[in-house]
């Protein structure tokens, strides 16, 4: 049986594998290890280490659930670029945690998205090394927070101050976000200054809380926003309508001290090939195996019709697309706009695919379940556009990932039918004309 048929599922088997390898192809010892572990599913060598060697010590003393975590970046001044990837570990999966569309409502998650049932990763490149790691870190933070707590993140500000007013917020507020405890429906508003700005302002702070009816607590666990540099966590919540927070001081002094960039253990390693989880390709393998099912016909019963403010009849797939399935395709197509605005082979058509699903959505939903200012974000708004002229090979790589994973999206959400096929084909042309930018 020839070696290439072969595929590990252990570092021996992967190191023996490698062996037989290095004979048959001629190739240096490291060349073989990372062939082999390439047939194994993985990235690398390095990357089949981290996941297998961490398995049995995990089965031990850390029970749970492992999700990545990960950042590209590209060094403004040199024009080096890399990825750092993190594993971190929770007692549930992220995604009972947290839904994709509410990493939104956080400052440290709301520029991840879902690469896989164990894999988030950042949408836009940061600006070094140490900011991508910087990222990749308050992000395991906040999920460690809502891992102990079991509370989520949330935009209703007005639920968590006195009288549903900002203006009375506690005096020295600084790095704030709401938090909503699905259980009892109740809010708590975590505060987070530097505590050297705080400091004077006990008597204040304490004035405040007594006089509308208040209470701050001080858990020892350090924070999510910056305890590396001085940053300290409040908990503060109404005392009669808010979250009780004693138990969630309580649980989030059972952690242990907050991840930071200094104590860096992560996988930094080149920008191409993509990270792929392991979760990812075990969905991946199972999607393969599974018995296709036999598509519906194709036709026009497959789609429905509307009419199009100053363009006129339309088609659309018959069904919708999830609102959070929406908001990944969106934010896929915002980051390839973002890139390209002088390559009008691939800004028009993304642009003229954005614009046609956003009509779409509004027919998929009403007001009631798509609030406009949820709607607004969906397509549009994007933000930190580069304007460039030209793209190094990994970014437009990148891109040309992200147009496949937003048609593999639509093709498992949509119905075969001439409006879809119509969309995808400018998917194709956005991405060839991409593979052909110099």
């Known amino acids: 049986m020839s070696s290439e048929s072969i595929r590990p599922s252990t570092m021996d088997g992967i190191k023996r594998l490698a062996k037989s390898l290095k004979i048959e192809r001629g190739i240096q010892h490291t060349q073989a290890l990372d062939a082999a572990a390439q047939a194994a599913g993985f990235q690398n060598f390095r990357h089949a280490g981290n996941v297998l060697r961490a398995a049995p010590q995990t089965q031990r003393s850390r029970p749970g659930h492992s999700v990545f975590l990960t950042s590209y970046w590209k060094d403004r001044d040199g024009g080096e670029t890399g990825r750092e990837t993190l594993t971190t570990w929770l007692s549930v999966p992220w995604g009972d945690l947290i839904t994709p569309l509410q990493l939104q409502n956080h400052r440290a998650l709301a520029d991840f998205h879902t690469e896989g049932p164990d894999h988030l990763a950042r949408e836009h490149l940061q600006s070094s090394q140490s900011a991508a790691r910087r ?88 924070g999510m926003y910056a305890p590396d540099v001085g940053s300290r966590l409040y908990l503060i919540a109404d005392e009669s309508k808010g979250i009780s927070l004693q138990p969630i001081a309580a649980a989030l002094d059972k952690l242990p001290s907050p991840i930071v960039e200094a104590a860096w253990d992560g996988e930094s390693a080149p920008m191409m090939p993509f990270f792929v989880s392991p979760g990812a390709i075990v969905k991946a393998a199972a999607t393969k195996d599974k018995p296709e099912m036999p598509r519906k016909s194709g036709g026009q019963r497959n789609s429905v019709g509307y009419v199009q403010t100053f363009v006129g009849p339309q088609r659309r797939p018959k069904g919708r697309m999830p609102i959070e399935t929406h908001a990944q395709v969106g934010r896929l197509l915002k980051s390839v706009l973002e890139d390209t605005y002088y390559r009008k082979g691939v800004y028009n058509r993304v642009d003229a695919i954005r614009s046609e699903l956003d009509e779409w959505t509004q027919r998929e939903y009403n007001h009631a379940e798509l609030p406009n ?28 990932q992200s147009l496949a994973q937003a048609k593999i999206l639509l093709g498992e959400h949509y119905p075969d039918c001439p409006p879809l096929r119509s969309l995808l084909k400018k998917v194709d042309a956005a991405i060839k004309s991409l593979q052909d930018w110099n």
Not at 152 to 166: L, Q
Not at 171 to 198: C, M, N
Request: charged residues 30%.
């Open 373 to 400: 200012e949820q709607f607004f974000d969906l397509y549009y708004n994007e933000s930190g556009s580069m304007f460039s002229r030209a793209l190094a090979e990994a970014e437009r790589e990148r891109h040309v």
């Open 135 to 222: 990222a990749v870190c308050a992000a395991a933070r906040a999920l460690h927070f809502m891992d102990a707590t079991k509370l989520r993140p949330s935009k209703s500000y007005s639920r968590a101050f006195p009288s549903g007013r900002s203006s009375n917020a506690v005096p020295g507020r600084d790095h704030y976000s709401i938090w909503y405890d699905r259980q009892t429906k109740r809010y708590l508003f975590a505060d987070e200054p530097y505590e050297s700005a705080v400091e004077g302002k006990e008597k204040e702070r304490d004035t405040w809380a007594k006089e509308h009816g208040f209470t701050i607590v001080k858990p020892e666990w350090a």
